[in-house]
């Protein structure tokens, strides 16, 4: 479980990276050693939901969790596979300051202690290095945990685009059944933005927490006699209210489970299925996608989308592109746009997670919009976060993605810090500004 395999070596040097530059990404990978072909994996261990979710068990459950839970695929469409090109560069030794300790760290060392599973970063649209860990290829899927909100919230843009949902009207226009739960009164654009008035207890390491009440009702979590019955019976019992809607930012969890809902009602269309039509059939991905399913076939769509490592970054340099990619514009231009000017900075600093963020590099004068955390705009970037270690930071000044996968071990730890200091490292060395990332 603890063996690493490069499939692309970011030290790979000359013929190596010339013959890549000139591949249609799809073919079958070659390690690093030649042409060999990897290993068949050795047989699964015993993953079940009492053991799936943290370490060591998400070593592997991360990479097959449709072989723990039902699940809906996210079809890739018949379309030819969009090319990658390579320049690789060697970003091992890249080095920058731990936050919390505050020694120096390099890239490598930033790999092992943040149980990182796979990593890619793409420049100027080309891969300049792309790494796999604990057994995982560039064939396998990996659950992006809360990357999935920021996956609905560009499907969100484009749905609204097509004049299918309006964000200004309240939730209830869409789900009926939410009338007389603390949604509520509620707007689609206050769903997006995490400004719904609800009270809910996020706690990862709780089991009396109303998330782990939430994964409960999705099946995650072994169930009690009191679950809720799926996901749409559980949204409809939640009555808390924490003052109004629209005036502060409160990172909720079951919002975006709600806005995968709104978005089915809107379209008429299984989640799954809308965004294979919208999304991912167009990006010219490699690879099916899938999306977790609760016991009753609700998507569980805050959290349960899986997708290979080069298929995000397809997705995620469709979104630098201001969601122009394969020919095509998958995401509206204006809904991005939006996206990168941020939302309401008092609303944000006034949650629950200003003081966590406020100290990663440009989150200061921050926001969060449409399920993407967004940087002052003077810094430009914007990031999608989910739990264990999943990111992706993308920079439209210097024209870079990174991309990670991770399997923590637990909730408990300074990891997301440390990995997003490294990923604003990687971006600032290839800028040449390696001075400014070992700060």
């Known amino acids: 479980m603890n063996s690493t395999r490069i499939w692309i070596a970011s030290s790979s040097r000359g013929a190596v990276a010339a013959a890549l ?7 079958p990978a070659a390690s690093a050693g030649g042409t060999r072909p990897a290993p068949p ?6 993953i079940n939901v009492e053991n799936w979710y943290w370490g060591p068990g998400n070593q592997w459950s991360y990479q097959h969790t449709r072989r723990v839970f039902p699940s809906a695929d996210v079809y890739r469409g018949d379309g030819a596979v969009s090319k990658l090109e390579y320049a690789l560069r060697d970003i091992d030794a890249i080095t920058f300051v731990h936050p919390t300790t ?9 790999f092992a202690a943040t149980d990182t599973d796979a990593f890619l970063v793409i420049k100027d649209g080309r891969i300049v290095a792309e790494r796999y860990f604990h057994g995982m290829t560039p064939t396998d899927t990996h659950l992006l945990m809360s990357v999935t909100k920021s996956v609905v919230g560009a499907l969100a843009g484009i749905v609204i685009e097509q004049g299918r949902l309006d964000p200004e009207a309240q939730i209830t226009h869409y789900v009926p059944e939410l009338k007389g739960s603390a949604y509520e ?8 933005d995490m400004t719904v008035g609800l009270g809910f ?24 006699p009191d679950a809720p019955r799926g996901l749409h019976e559980y949204f409809s019992s939640l009555k808390t209210r924490v003052g109004p809607h629209g005036q502060v930012f409160r990172y909720v969890s079951a919002n975006v489970d709600v806005m995968g809902w709104v978005l089915e009602r809107a379209t008429t269309t299984d989640f799954a299925a809308l965004v294979s039509q919208e999304l991912w059939g167009k990006l010219g991905a490699e690879r099916d996608a899938y999306v977790l399913l609760d016991p009753h076939q609700a998507a569980y769509s805050d959290c349960g989308f899986n997708a290979t490592l080069r298929d995000l970054g397809r997705f995620a340099q469709m979104m630098l592109q201001e969601g122009a ?24 600093k006034d949650g629950g997670f200003y003081a966590e963020m406020k100290a990663r590099y440009g989150y200061a004068e921050g926001s969060y919009r449409s399920y993407w955390y967004v940087a002052d705009p003077t810094v430009g970037l914007y990031s ?6 999943q990111l992706i930071v993308i920079d439209p000044k210097s024209k870079t993605v990174v991309i990670k996968f991770s399997s ?20 600032k060395a290839l800028e040449g500004r390696a001075e400014a990332a070992a700060r």
């Open 41 to 46: 994996p050795p047989p699964a261990p015993d």
């Open 408 to 427: 923590e071990t637990g909730p408990q730890s300074d990891k997301p810090e440390v990995e997003y200091a490294g990923a604003i490292a990687i971006i």
């Open 201 to 224: 207890d996020e706690d990862y390491s709780s089991k009396t927490s109303d998330l782990y009440r939430l994964d409960e009702a999705a099946g995650w979590v072994p169930r009690g």
């Open 21 to 27: 530059l000139s591949l249609l990404i799809g073919a």
């Open 325 to 348: 990619y394969n020919g095509r514009q998958i995401v509206p231009q204006a809904w991005i746009r939006d996206i990168r000017r941020g939302g309401d900075s008092r609303a944000w």
């Open 102 to 110: 505050k020694t120096p760290m390099t890239v490598a060392q930033m």
């Open 185 to 192: 009164g509620a707007t689609v654009r206050q769903l997006l």
């Open 384 to 389: 999608a976060i989910g739990l264990a270690g």
